[in-house]
């Protein structure tokens, strides 16, 4: 069964950075796609950053040049490199794998972790 398990989140002040890594158990992240997604309270789930097949990467406009995606196949592990983070960054972030076509619409990702916060103070 696939399971997915987020770290690396924590409090931290803002202009700071942070890395999140999203391992993979029972599935392989090569070949399909991977994506962050975040959650603040009382909003939607919005998309940060997805991986297609470990080469294409696309990110939602207020994280470009903030953030960056990447894969290690080797580990199985994705990760979310945020720099420059802000106050309004502060959410519950999720790794998610979607089988198919990589799309932007979390309601159709298949596979997620439990999250891990990230805080940023001002």
């Known amino acids: 069964q696939e399971q997915l398990v987020e770290s690396g989140g924590g409090s931290v002040q803002a202009g700071g950075s942070l890395r999140l890594s999203c391992a993979a158990s029972g599935y392989t992240h090569n070949g399909n796609c991977v994506g962050w997604f975040r959650q603040a309270p009382g909003k939607e789930r919005e998309g940060v950053a997805r991986?297609?097949?470990?080469?294409?990467?696309y990110y939602s406009d207020s994280m470009k040049g903030r953030f960056t995606i990447s894969q290690d196949n080797a580990k199985n592990t994705v990760y979310l490199q945020m720099d420059s983070l802000k106050f309004e960054d502060t959410a519950m972030y999720y790794c998610?794998?979607?089988?198919?076509?990589?799309?932007?619409?979390?309601?159709?990702?298949?596979?997620w972790g439990q999250g891990t916060q990230v805080t940023v103070s001002s």
């Open positions: 998610a794998v979607r089988f198919g076509v990589c799309v932007s619409d979390w309601r159709t990702w298949n596979v």
């Open positions: 991986i297609e097949s470990g080469v294409r990467k």
